[in-house]
């Protein structure tokens, strides 16, 4: 089947203006996460979605930052007002539901954003 | 704070060439420490994921292993080939909280040449 998917695979934008992300997790895998990939820096973590439950919001950098979730499946990741420090590569992954032992996460390919 | 170091910044080998990279961790306690392989332009692609009761695991040439008391993990590649060139990411999941709330580290970059 297909992997994690994600659009646009790059996006260029002015400073000041409004981007959204898609994500299209893998059929049947309950958890989605965001993480964002700077330049020469480790991955990110900004938010993870699992089922049903409300999401855990914690890595959101700032308010300008938000993300959902809908029917439990594709997830759209907005950033209002982009500044220049948001050029990076967003990453979406998804993961089964855990009956036991440890979740693995799969990762699409990324959305690279580049602020100007 | 909980951090991720990895060491070397970067690696150029020769195929065939074996080659060890480093992870040193402060994140404690921990539930479990897993590598993952990014090839440019690509999401990361897991590799071994180990708990903390684990000491080594394997997958093919890849083999990782863990020291928790001394808070190090080390990947071990044997017989390099040129698609293992990429970034190696050692990841660690704080015990309890968010199942997303993940440390990475910033990676190691290996290049194999011919």
């Known amino acids: 089947g297909a992997g994690v998917s994600q659009s646009p695979s790059n996006k260029v934008t002015e400073k000041g203006k409004d981007v959204e992300l898609r994500c299209d997790p893998i059929s049947g895998h309950t958890a989605l996460y965001w993480y964002r990939q700077s330049l020469g820096q480790g991955l990110e973590f900004l938010i993870y979605?699992?089922?049903?439950?409300?999401?855990?919001k914690s890595g959101l950098p700032s308010d300008r930052f938000s993300a959902e979730r809908t029917g439990g499946s594709v997830s759209t990741l907005t950033i209002q007002r982009t500044q220049q420090e948001d050029s990076a590569v967003y990453l979406c992954?998804?993961?089964?539901?855990?009956?036991?032992?440890?979740?693995?996460?799969?990762f699409g390919p990324g959305t690279r954003l580049l602020v100007l | 704070k909980n951090q991720v170091e990895q060491s070397p910044q970067s690696l150029i080998i020769l195929e065939g060439k074996n080659c060890t990279l480093q992870c040193n961790y402060t994140v404690s306690p921990f539930s479990n420490l897993r590598w993952y392989k990014q090839d440019t332009g690509r999401g990361p692609v897991s590799l071994t994921i180990m708990t903390f009761s684990e000491n080594t695991k394997s997958n093919g040439r890849y083999t990782a292993t863990l020291d928790a008391d001394t808070k190090q993990s080390s990947l071990h590649i044997t017989a390099s080939q040129l698609s293992d060139s990429a970034s190696y990411i050692c990841v660690v999941r704080p015990y309890g909280g968010s199942q997303g709330n993940l440390i990475f580290g910033k990676g190691t970059k290996l290049s194999v040449k011919p």
């Open positions: 992954a998804s993961s089964p539901p855990r009956l036991a032992g440890v979740e693995t996460q799969y």
């Open positions: 979605f699992q089922g049903n439950s409300a999401p855990d």
